[in-house]
């Protein structure tokens, strides 16, 4: 890990406060992944967005969480042999009825043009043995579009790491682990391994202990996703350098209370 580290960039940090990112945007109000959502978590004042990412059937990137789109569309889509020119005639906000605006799956560039000041958190959602080229086209794009200095790449899979460390050796990546997870998957041997500078535990998994250990060890800490206000003001208390959350509006506002 130490020869890796001379090479990538700064993990991003604040001073005083964790940072604050908007999970999939401010998508506690605007539909999750969308470009509404993350124009949203701006206004608000995120320190960046957290959003996900895979290659769909035509061979873009798009920014979206789910593979089958039943719960975002009301429609039983599948995003990975779906044309983005069919995904963009699709309204992904089935999972929040208020919303009458358009609601579509944008591609990775576009948000990084939409929210050209927010630091972006990129999630590389795939676990098969091929990636369909998603590590190396994120890579391509964020080279493309000259956001090196402000773009974390995150993944629960190793592997999707080791891809990206190979397309774009100088980005920060977060190992993501979560509660009822398989062992060998809870970031102590993981995260070394994978050559990771950070780790993004669900925040169920954090204490104070741990928190410090991380440190200790090298790593920052970003932690998912964080809702309750208090629960907020305890993990900033033991230190986390990230909270990603669907509010970013009031945690930020907590937080400054």
Known sequence: MRGVDRVVRPYPRASGRPLVFGHRGASARAPENTLASFQLAQVEGADGIELDVMVCGSGEVVVCHDVWLDRLAGVHVNVLETSLS??????VAAHM??????????????????VPS?????????????????????????KELRAE???VISSFNPLELARARLASPTLPQGFLYE???????????????????AVHPEHVLLDAMRVRAWHAAGFAVWTWTVDELARAHTLASWGVDGI????PREVLKSLAG
């Open 86 to 91: 069919e995904l963009r005639a699709l309204h």
């Open 97 to 114: 009825p208020a919303w009458h605006d358009t609601a579509q799956i944008p591609t990775l560039e576009e948000v990084l043009e939409t």
């Open 118 to 142: 927010l630091c972006v958190n990129i999630e590389l959602k795939e676990d098969r043995w091929r990636d369909g080229g998603l590590a190396q086209k994120v890579a391509d794009i964020v």
């Open 149 to 151: 200095d402000r773009v």
């Open 179 to 197: 509660q009822g997870g398989p062992f060998w998957a809870q970031g102590t041997l993981i995260g070394p391994l994978a050559l990771a500078q």
């Open 244 to 247: 990603i959350t669907n509010t």
